[in-house]
């Protein structure tokens, strides 16, 4: 993660060296802000070093900001992704519901609650979508994140989990389905992103749908 000191020259210069050099094939960053990536991946464009392949974020159904900001810039700047707590540090396998341990509990402090009314919609919504399809909550969230273009991270404690997990990668949602996941879990991003988002048919002379955008573009 980002130190807060180093410039993000000297950052981008230092994992071009580390590619030149043969230590690593790709490099990545992990949880720096959006802006600072979008700076890396263009100073290495302009100046001809090793592009930035992807980043790691936290990025969920209950964490949909993150410390990157949107995975929008993702498809924009065409980077892979990969996403840690991909189930919301175990909230969104509604384990903590039955009364359950787990992260919240192991690291000493709650990663995410149903804090908030959003959360507690997010966790209904994929419980009712487990129920339906006949797989668990668990593989529900990850499905979610796998349908965005964006890998998630897994981190099983046991062989039960590590397969729960893995069976992810075969559960396919409908579109109605990520849709409805998308819409109860949605945040508001505020000035300006809310306010172009209403105003964008019109900005786009009534021709929105003409207006070229990343395939998996997430708000």
């Known amino acids: 993660m980002p130190d807060g000191v180093t410039p993000i020259d000297e ?16 490099a990545g960053l992990s949880d720096f802000p959006a802006w600072r990536v979008a700076a890396a991946a263009t100073l ?41 707590s991909p189930l919301g540090g175990g909230l969104l ?3 903590y519901r039955r009364g359950e341990t787990g992260r ?20 209904d919504a994929v419980l009712a979508i487990a129920d339906e399809i006949g ?21 099983p404690r046991t062989h039960e989990q590590l397969v729960d997990n893995l ?16 819409q109860v879990s949605a945040i508001k ?12 048919p019109a900005l786009a002379g009534g021709k929105l749908d003409l207006i070229d955008r990343p395939r998996n573009a997430v708000r």
Not at 47 to 57: F, H, N, T
Not at 106 to 117: A, M, N, T
Not at 176 to 182: F, G, R, T
């Open 11 to 26: 950052i981008a210069r230092a994992l071009d060296d580390l590619v030149r050099s043969g230590k690593i094939l790709y």
């Open 44 to 84: 290495a464009e302009v100046r001809g070093w090793s592009p930035v392949a992807a980043v790691q974020v936290e990025y969920s159904l209950v964490e949909r900001f993150g410390r990157a900001g949107t995975t929008v810039y993702v498809g924009r700047l065409q980077l892979g992704a990969v996403a840690w």
């Open 93 to 95: 396998t509604g384990k």
């Open 104 to 123: 919240a509990q192991g690291l000493g402090v709650v990663i995410h609650g149903e804090s908030d009314s959003r959360k507690t919609a997010t966790v």
């Open 135 to 155: 797989v668990s909550p668990g593989q529900v969230a990850n499905a979610w994140v796998l349908a965005k273009g964006i890998l998630p991270i897994i981190g």
């Open 167 to 182: 069976a992810s990668h075969d559960v396919k949602l409908t579109m109605e389905q990520i849709q409805h996941l998308d």
């Open 189 to 200: 991003l505020g000035f300006p992103h809310d306010v172009v988002a209403e105003t964008a």
